[in-house]
């Protein structure tokens, strides 16, 4: 079975607002932070963030192809509020 991948830009899509590109954004980050939350059983820290990311790198990199290094890193940080946008 093969992943699905983010090569569109969300933006392009015809029919979709701002407003509900940034519900999914929010729904994106609820995501994130609700399974990251539940693999360690709390709120993480940045080295669990760190650790976390290492450990999920190779599947990030099939669904996102092409990713800025540090890319799930960061997002994560902005997730869980360790780092600003």
Do not use: C, K, W
């Not at 093969?2 to 015809?14: D, F, Q």
């Not at 994130?32 to 990199?61: C, E, H, K, N, W």
Request: overall charge positive; cysteine-free; aromatic content about 8%.
């Amino acid at each position: 079975m093969s992943m699905p991948t983010l090569r569109h830009s969300v933006a392009s899509v015809p029919g979709r607002s701002l407003a509900s590109h940034r519900l999914a954004g929010f729904y994106a980050v609820y995501l994130l932070r609700y399974r990251t939350a539940t693999v360690l059983g709390r709120r993480p820290s940045v080295d669990d963030i760190s650790a976390v990311a290492s450990r999920v790198q190779v599947g990030f990199d099939r669904v996102v192809p092409n990713s800025p290094a540090g890319s799930l890193v960061d997002t994560l940080l902005v997730a869980f509020e360790h780092r600003s946008l």
